[in-house]
């Protein structure tokens, strides 16, 4: 007798389930955009074929996770490789601007030396004029002694 009650259980509470999935088709036949489609040329040809469409269905709700995923991937691949091109770039502008600061600072103790070898020509001619030849130069200024070779320009200025 319990074996009966469990079967006459089970039959209604399939008979419940039947009735609440018919009851959400019916209801998702009825929808607006269901049929809207459902009156199109391939809705007609699937409900006609309803071994295609279960086909379909099926195809379409597993091939949701991968399509999905691979969408996911190629999103993280763009923007790695945005990221990834940006630190690059930076690389390169690092690796590219090095060598420009070298040459600057050659640049740099090369026009130190040159100035200071120019400083140092400067101050020993300079030194040496001052020492050897006192009448060419008195309180840094250049006189001339004034003689008889004067030309006839230098006389008429006068």
Not at 45 to 66: C, E, G, K, Q, R
Request: hydrophobic share 50%; aromatic share 14%; proline share 3%.
């Amino acid at each position: 007798m319990s074996m009966e009650m469990q079967y006459g259980s089970s039959v209604t509470e399939f008979q419940q389930l039947w009735g609440s999935l018919t009851n959400q088709f019916n209801r998702l036949y009825n929808d607006p955009k269901v049929s809207l489609l459902m009156k199109t040329r391939m809705g007609q040809y699937l409900s006609s074929h309803p071994f295609l469409a279960l086909t379909v269905l099926l195809f379409s709700t597993m091939a949701a996770l991968p399509v999905g995923l691979f969408l996911t991937f190629a999103l993280v691949v763009i923007i790695i490789s945005g990221v990834g091109f940006i630190f690059f770039v930076v690389f390169l502008l690092f690796v590219g601007a090095l060598p420009l600061l070298c040459v600057l600072f050659g640049l740099a103790l090369f026009s130190i030396l040159v100035s200071s070898i120019c400083i140092v020509f400067y101050v020993t001619i300079s030194n040496i004029l001052n020492h050897y030849y006192p009448h060419l130069t008195k309180g840094g200024e250049v006189h001339r002694k004034e003689n008889g070779c004067e030309t006839s320009t230098v006389k008429e200025k006068q």
